[in-house]
């Protein structure tokens, strides 16, 4: 049969409802720039408070401070405060941000509780303040979020639009944070919509655009880690050194991800209410401040000095070893705090170690490849450690060695770790995601590709008398429903095989005609594509429908049910698993020729 072509398809089903959402996206673009601010602010007050014991809201890092053995206690404190807000305000604070963020997408409907978006970055500007070794950007982006949903929450809206104008403030609030308002959205499309379609895509992208703007009049402009352009190619050689970056970036993250989860599940095995774990974890925090100060906090003196390349081998070990140990306890510990500036702390160490042996191709080149590379292989995001890794610094000689180091660490990563350690966390909760997007092939199948041709048709003038006279034929493989056609094999009705069967066996109902008995079909055409189909299964209930022709008063021209769907799927499993030589090859010299056919 010729397949029909398709009528009134397009690319995409988006509809003039994404207008009304983008706008709104835009007014949460405004006030997650606020947000950030806000929080910013918070960080910096709560650490000249815990470490400085003045009144000062300006960024400033903990390990300037002389308090002596003293600082070990602060994060203590605060991380006490935190089991408090967590225990009698809401559970939903503890944890780095993005992973709840996930979870009131998939689960609560993109539902947030407006106490939220005043606890969360109320603890982690204590968190972060009182020496938590994390970044301000998972708060944010569930900070951000939070309010996305509560405006979202005062309109009529469905799930998808919450969860579009939720996203949209996460973007905004990371987009403000660090100027870097493409990687925003490429996190979002990667870690948080679930999906790529403009519905979503295009009000997140315009809420994240007015967070970069509105930054320049709030926060400043970027980028936020100035470095000097380096070679605008590196070489063979250099190539090398990136596939090599990214192996040991990939081994990192595997080595991050198990530490946080194995501290996670030690803590759960402690006799003692989650409440006091972040205490617990404070302590760790501020026994490893004592030993290298420069582990507390946000870090992004740390991070910008390691861009640049002047830092001392001590502090790269320190920062590889005390860091990584303090927050992956700290942050297995329940507590408030972002993972994405700690990754990135850590990972510009291990390029600071690569750069002792790899090709110099200038200050900061291997730390810069290497934060990319870990947030790939531990975020799974590839594509936004690459732009996140430009819009930092931009650097755009380093596009080509970005893209090499964090595909390789991503590769390595997805091989040998079942899950992210976003993901591992949502996972832990009972819920499973996939982050492969692909086409649907019941979205390349039309209903003329599955539906069956081969039926039973009951004429629609007959009687009941004359069907039992006949005698009635359960059709080609057990055959359920029958079409009732007129004398062209235009449709009149559909009538089950049981409601038939109960109608014979009725003695006072024979004189009917079936265009009489038969009730109105919810049909299929044959150019809409199989997607169509299953949604409009769901929608009524039913499980098989008529085929008829759009142009000439629904003739019909078949049959398509539930488990010819299954089969179309099938074909999709087919190509995915049956390998086979399409090209051999017979070399002219030994008597043979080139030949394209299949292998049997």
Not at 145 to 152: C, R, V, W
Not at 379 to 389: N, Q, Y
Not at 446 to 471: C, H, Y
Request: net charge positive; hydrophobic share 50%.
């Amino acid at each position: 049969m010729k397949r029909p072509r398709p009528h009134a398809l397009g690319d995409f089903t988006t509809d003039w409802r994404m207008i009304p959402i983008a706008l709104l996206a835009i007014v949460i673009g405004f006030v997650s720039t606020l947000v950030a601010w806000v929080l910013l602010r918070l960080i910096g007050l709560f650490t000249n408070l815990f470490y400085y014991q003045h009144w000062d809201t300006a960024l400033t890092s903990p390990a300037g401070n002389h308090l002596g053995w003293l600082a070990v206690f602060v994060p203590v404190i605060g991380a006490l405060i935190i089991g408090l807000m967590a225990r009698y305000g809401s559970e939903r604070i503890r944890g780095h941000g993005i992973p709840e963020a996930i979870e009131s997408i998939l689960i609560n409907g993109s539902r947030v509780q407006p106490r939220l978006a005043i606890l969360k970055p109320l603890s982690s500007a204590i968190s972060i303040g009182s020496g938590g070794p994390f970044g301000a950007e998972g708060p944010i982006i569930m900070t951000g979020g939070a309010f996305g949903s509560m405006i979202a929450q005062f309109f009529h809206l469905t799930s998808v639009e919450r969860k579009t104008l939720l996203v949209a403030g996460a973007a905004a609030g990371m987009s403000a944070t660090f100027a870097a308002p493409v990687a925003a959205v490429l996190l979002s499309v990667e870690l948080l919509l679930f999906e790529w379609k403009p519905r979503s895509f295009v009000p997140v992208a315009l809420a994240s655009a007015t967070a970069g703007a509105a930054r320049r009049y709030i926060l400043g402009l970027g980028p936020l880690f100035p470095v000097p352009a380096h070679h605008e190619f590196i070489g063979p050689e250099g190539l090398l050194g990136c596939v090599i970056c990214g192996l040991l970036a990939g081994v990192l993250s595997m080595l991050l991800t198990g530490a946080v989860y194995a501290a996670e599940d030690a803590f759960a095995k402690l006799p003692i209410h989650w409440m006091w774990w972040p205490a617990i974890g404070g302590l760790v925090i501020g026994l490893g401040g004592v030993i290298f100060p420069q582990a507390l906090g946000v870090g992004y003196d740390t991070i910008a000095s390691l861009l640049h390349g002047d830092v001392a081998r001590t502090t790269i070990l320190g920062i590889l070893i005390v860091k990584s140990i303090i927050w992956a306890v700290s942050l297995g510990s329940g507590t408030s705090g972002g993972v994405l500036a700690p990754l990135l702390m850590m990972g510009g160490a291990l390029g600071g170690i690569e750069a002792m042996f790899l090709p110099n191709e200038g200050a900061g080149f291997w730390p810069l490849l290497s934060m990319a590379a870990i947030l790939g292989g531990t975020m799974r995001s590839p594509l936004t450690g690459i732009v996140f890794a430009l819009e930092l610094t931009h650097d755009m000689n380093a596009l080509l060695p970005l893209l090499v180091t964090a595909v390789i660490a991503h590769a390595f990563t997805v091989l040998v770790l079942k899950r992210s350690i976003l993901t591992e966390k949502v996972a832990r909760r009972g819920y499973h995601l996939s982050r492969e997007y692909a086409v649907d092939p019941l979205e390349i199948l039309a209903a003329s590709d599955a539906m069956r041709t081969n039926l039973v048709v009951l004429p629609a003038d007959s009687t009941l008398d004359q069907i039992k006279a006949k005698g009635t034929s359960h059709g080609p493989q057990g055959q359920h429903l029958y079409p009732v056609v007129d004398n062209e094999k235009h449709l009149c009705g559909v009538i089950t095989r049981k409601h038939l069967a109960k109608l014979l066996a009725s003695p006072d109902s024979g004189h009917r005609t079936l265009r009489d008995v038969a009730v109105r079909a919810v049909v299929s055409h044959p150019d809409e594509p199989l997607r169509v189909v299953v949604y409009r299964m769901a929608e009524s209930g039913l499980t098989r429908f008529p085929v008829v022709d759009r142009g000439d008063q629904r003739k019909l021209l078949g049959i398509i049910a539930l488990r010819d769907l299954l089969s179309a799927r099938t074909r999709n499993l087919e190509e995915e698993r049956t390998r086979e030589r399409v090209l051999r090859v017979r070399l002219p010299l030994l008597g043979g020729k080139v030949t394209e056919r299949p292998s049997p």
